[in-house]
């Protein structure tokens, strides 16, 4: 894996979009439900990213407070693969991506709180917006609301730990920050399949899956997870979260030209889309311009 700080660091930004954009297809490819296929993606991009370490010479040494620490974050990873995947599981990729595309906003909202910042008055305004976007495409499309929730459940997660590594990675390298919150994650999801009695009986891939697994996990996840915190320490975590709307919209166009009419959506929906758009991609610089961020 070529290091991110010999490219250009948003040319890595957008390489690691584009295939984060390329997720939401392979998870509508692969057959396994959403924690099996969650369970396998996290062991086969451990088994990678252990190998690619070790090549590498990292240490993966580490106080048993950061351990814990770095686990607990590792099962906020968990749960937002499972409600993303759970997500497209129960509508398809499109309605999935409307519920992640809040993640903008939930991040300005988070980043204050966790990072002990001053509230600022326009998350509200434009918590408004977002609402009443999804308001729109629940109105007309009622029988995806189990989708929009979990994608809303997806952005919370992924703003929450994309935030948090962003003060991790000052003290961490980023190999040992992703190896450790995938072996939380990890945990985790075994966690839930023991719960469900289902942990013994957990459906190995079949070949077609067990290839785009292996994609998935070795390019969407172990290398754009790890170039994805390494680039924290060039670029903040709000411009890295901001460029990541363009995430939803790489996916519906990958999902539009593989899997056709099947994520065509009424035109109510591309309305609410389209106000979720113009709220994540106007806040940012909303918020800079009277926040003065």
């Known amino acids: 894996m070529t290091e991110p700080k010999a490219i250009n660091k948003y040319v890595i930004l957008h390489i690691i979009i584009l295939l984060w954009g390329f997720t939401p297809v392979l998870g509508k490819l692969i057959s396994l439900q959403a924690l099996d296929l969650v369970f396998w993606r996290l062991s086969f991009s451990l088994l990678s990213l252990y190998a690619y370490l070790k090549f590498k010479g990292v240490s993966l040494t580490i106080s048993i407070k950061d351990l814990l620490h770095l686990l607990v974050w590792g099962a906020v990873v968990g749960l937002h693969w499972y409600f993303f995947y759970h997500a497209i599981k129960v509508s398809n990729v499109s309605i999935a991506l409307a519920g992640f595309s809040t993640i903008t906003l939930f991040a300005s909202v988070l980043q204050p709180i966790m990072l002990k910042k001053k509230f600022f008055w326009g998350d509200a305004l434009y918590g408004l917006i977002i609402v009443a976007g999804l308001l729109i495409i629940l109105q007309f499309e009622k029988f995806y609301a189990a989708g929009i929730i979990f994608g809303i459940l997806a952005a919370i997660t992924g703003a929450m730990f994309g935030i948090y590594n962003g003060k991790l990675i000052q003290n961490h ?5 992703t190896f450790y919150e995938f ?41 754009a997870f ?31 030209i593989l899997f056709g ?3 065509m959506m009424s035109g109510g929906f591309y309305a609410g889309a389209a106000m979720l758009l113009f709220a994540v991609f106007t806040y940012p610089f909303f918020k800079r311009k009277f926040y003065k961020i």
Do not use: H, M
Request: glycine fraction near 4%.
């Open 226 to 256: 790890t170039w994805s915190v390494e680039i924290l320490k060039k670029i903040d975590p709000l411009t890295v979260i901001i460029t990541n709307n363009l995430e939803p919209i790489y996916g519906v166009v990958f999902s539009l």
């Open 261 to 263: 009419e099947s994520e």
């Open 183 to 223: 072996l939380g994650a990890l945990f985790t999801i075994a966690i839930f399949q023991a719960f469900l009695g289902e942990l013994t009986n957990i459906r190995f891939p079949e070949y077609s899956d067990l290839v785009y697994l292996l994609i998935l996990s070795i390019f969407c996840t172990t290398l």
């Open 173 to 177: 390298e980023a190999g040992k920050i």
